[in-house]
């Protein structure tokens, strides 16, 4: 997709690329019985395929014990937003991602929990009696067999990459160079930079199951997004 001027005037243009995206499945026919896969359990949360259903969905078994749908890990639509604005010499580029929707299987805060470090471990907002604080009530979910508490929105929105460039203006480089070096750029960028999301752990863009379409979302204490910070030069001949 070609990307759309917004803005040109004498030394300055500024660029921009908005593209929107978002899939749906359905299991149309299995001729088998339907089953469960990924995750850990029915009663942690798990995938189920299951013929006229989301091929995502995640089920688990409530404190009732019934075995019933707990959401999706596919989200309702995901966003970029791409920019390019150059001024004379300088060059500044940047996409944001926005992710709506979809829900990760969170068992890091479980874990935690077992410790008693999770950050949230004394707030009282799971609990629908408003009794129990958050790491006993998920403790006890979780010796129950009640995945509810650890299905959760992962929603976010995410600076995915910035970089500021300067190019040498040319009678810099003839000054410097001669005529053996016909442009030197340098600059910065960096990734992952701000991250906004009420997701209840580290980062909500995590697998444990790596990149399978039918598993991703579960979280197990995983590595989050790193934030990188690198520093650019390029010189042609």
Do not use: C
Not at 149 to 158: G, I, Q
Not at 167 to 175: A, F, S, Y
Not at 209 to 221: D, M, R, W, Y
């Amino acid at each position: 997709m070609k990307k759309k001027i917004l803005l040109e005037k004498e030394n300055f243009t500024w660029s921009t690329n908005l593209i929107y995206f978002t899939n749906e499945s359905e299991i149309t026919k299995l001729e088998v019985d339907a089953f469960n896969l990924g995750g850990f359990g029915a009663g942690l949360g798990t995938f189920r395929i299951e013929e006229g259903k989301s091929a995502t969905q995640i089920v688990g078994t409530n404190a009732d014990g019934n075995l019933v749908a707990l959401g999706d890990s596919a989200p309702d639509f995901q966003m970029t937003w791409s920019n390019n604005i150059n001024y004379k010499a300088f060059s500044l580029s940047f996409l944001w991602h926005w992710k709506q929707g979809g829900d990760n299987i969170n068992l890091t805060n479980l874990l935690t929990d077992f410790g008693g470090t999770s950050p949230d471990y004394d707030d009282i907002d799971l609990d629908p009696a408003g009794v129990t604080p958050n790491g006993p009530f998920r403790i006890g979910a979780f010796r129950s067999s009640n995945a509810t508490p650890f299905v959760e929105d992962a929603s976010y929105l995410r600076l995915r990459e910035i970089g500021l460039y300067y190019n040498l203006p040319d009678r810099i480089l003839k000054q410097a160079f001669g005529k053996y070096v016909s442009n030197v750029k340098f600059g910065f960028s960096g990734n992952n930079l701000i991250n906004i999301f009420d997701y209840n752990s580290y980062d909500p863009e995590v697998s444990n199951f790596g990149s399978n379409g039918l598993s991703t979302g579960v979280e197990v204490t995983p590595f989050p997004s790193s934030k990188r910070y690198l520093f650019h030069l390029a010189v042609e001949f």
